[in-house]
């Protein structure tokens, strides 16, 4: 696609910050209770790490950001001057939607105590080293979802935050988002007009497990579980009990929701009365309910993608993300040309994130 | 309109399906536990199955997962091929009913004998 300037509003929905101190989370350390502290501390104890189930060699080290993004060797995305002059000023985004160093407190196996802490810990420090510091930030509830209950009350708890606009999700779990035990955290959400987003880690597998080669893992893991994980949630009925609620599905790419529309609108029509909970046609609750981040933009021709928009009457599924500061990241100069229809560039830069999150809706003035 | 006799209502069982034409039309004939009796036209719209081939079963009624209720006074027509489900009063599919439907046809029965009308 070809190269544009354009300075009208740019929302990024997939953001990393990172902890300096990386994945030890000791720059946590002031958030957490004193008993948790130890832990951290490895004073009396030891938290293990969140453990890594990926062990991949993976492309661009260190961190696995774009290198030109670590200046002076420091982490990209550690500290919010360098985002600010990266992200805002380097790619125009105006509004950016923290998603953390994609560490999940939902894919703890153990502990969930401390699981809790955790997300309770992160959230604070969120608060009080980001959003406190630029109005353009946004941010997310992280929560210990296999404790239901505990993750709706951290909703309740920070979600009132005005800068916060989302509860972050990891796209894999033990048990699929479907399951109706996780119902008091989407009501949480609700009720903080919060919408649901969702994450890989590095827990996330493909549908066969580990893939022996990256290249493998990084073509199939997220955008197999972002499919699974929304056809749980078509299929148990969530969006007919919460027909407010909205998912975005983040990184998986974007052309696996034609499939998926096609499919499975096939197998409702065949196999309804395996779910007769469900009342109107997945491709129905997808469009109404189910938001796809563009990155990493599927690189096809702008009338390819249009014409697959058209196919399936997506206009209104896609948001933008640039997943700063990975090595992948997407650059909106180049997977959002002029040369796309007016009326789908203004969706894709703000408008379809204006209408899925309600707290970012005052910006449309 | 024209109301043919296809059959007397006897020869119908309850809950099984039977096969019946009207001049060069082939529909088929449902009657329910409570005596009523339907007729859609007998030719799936998905695949061109023929539905008398399929089952006749009471509808889901469900309200949230793990609901599995059966509707007393509501039934469908599963086709055999893939498992459209069309129901008696209009042949409406429960899984599309905007856009996938079997024409269905007015049936009256008199002195013991099944009258379908055609329009």
Redesign the interface.
């Known amino acids: 696609m070809g190269v544009a300037e354009d300075t009208t509003l740019l929302i990024d929905t997939d953001v990393h910050e990172s902890p300096p101190q990386g994945r030890g989370m000791k720059d946590l350390i002031p958030y957490f209770d004193p008993h948790w502290q130890r832990y951290i501390k490895g004073v009396g104890g030891e938290w293990q790490g969140h453990g890594t189930s990926s062990t991949y060699i993976t492309p661009l080290p260190p961190y696995g950001n774009r290198a030109d993004w670590n200046v002076n060797g420091e982490r990209a995305g550690s500290t919010v001057e360098e985002m600010q002059k990266q992200l805002f000023e380097g790619e125009g985004v105006s509004i950016a939607i923290l998603g953390g160093p994609n560490f999940s407190p939902s894919g703890l196996v153990t502990d969930p105590e401390f699981a809790t802490a955790l997300a309770s810990a992160y959230n604070d420090y969120e608060i009080e080293n980001w959003l406190d510091k630029d109005e353009r930030l946004r941010g997310s509830v992280h929560v210990a979802a296999q404790v239901p209950e505990a993750a709706a009350r951290e909703i309740d708890r920070v979600g009132a935050h005005p800068q916060i606009v989302q509860v972050l999700l990891p796209l894999a779990t033990d048990k699929q988002w479907g399951d109706?035990i996780y119902r008091p955290i989407w009501e949480a959400a609700l009720r903080n007009d919060l919408v649901l987003s969702f994450h890989h880690t590095n827990r996330t597998q493909t549908t066969l497990g580990w893939p022996r080669y990256f290249i493998e893992w990084h073509t199939m893991a997220a955008p197999q579980a972002a499919q699974n994980q929304v056809l749980s949630l078509i299929c148990?009925?969530t969006f007919d009990?919460y027909p407010e609620l909205k998912v975005v599905m983040l990184e998986g790419g974007v052309t696996w929701v034609h499939w998926l529309i096609w499919r499975l609108?096939q197998q409702?029509?065949?196999?309804?009365?395996n779910i007769?909970?469900v009342k109107r046609?997945p491709s129905e609750h997808i469009r109404d309910n189910v938001r796809v981040a563009t990155q990493p933009m599927t690189e096809v021709t702008t009338s390819e993608f249009v014409k697959l928009i058209e196919m399936t009457d997506t206009a209104r599924c896609y948001v933008f993300a640039t997943d700063y500061p990975h090595y992948d990241a997407d650059t909106p100069r180049n997977v959002l040309p002029r040369s796309l229809p007016p009326e789908l560039l203004r969706r894709i830069r703000y408008q379809n994130a204006l209408e899925t999150f309600p707290r970012l809706a005052n910006l449309a003035n | 309109m024209t109301q043919q006799r296809v059959c007397r209502f006897e020869e119908l069982e309850v809950g099984r399906l039977k096969e019946a034409r009207i001049d060069n039309l082939s529909i088929v004939l449902a009657r329910t536990p409570d005596g009523r009796v339907f007729a859609l036209r007998d030719t799936c719209p998905h695949m061109g199955a023929k539905l008398s081939h399929g089952l006749l079963l009471e509808a889901f009624e469900s309200s949230d997962v793990d609901d599995y209720r059966l509707a007393e006074d509501r039934f469908v027509i599963r086709c055999p091929w893939h498992g459209y489900e069309f129901a008696l009063e209009d042949g409406r599919c429960l899984g599309d009913p905007e856009r996938v439907r079997v024409r269905a046809y007015p049936v009256a029965v008199r002195d013991g004998e099944v009258w379908v009308e055609r329009a």
Do not use: H, I, K
């Open positions: 109706p148990s009925g009990r609108d409702y029509r065949e196999l309804r009365q007769p909970w046609l």
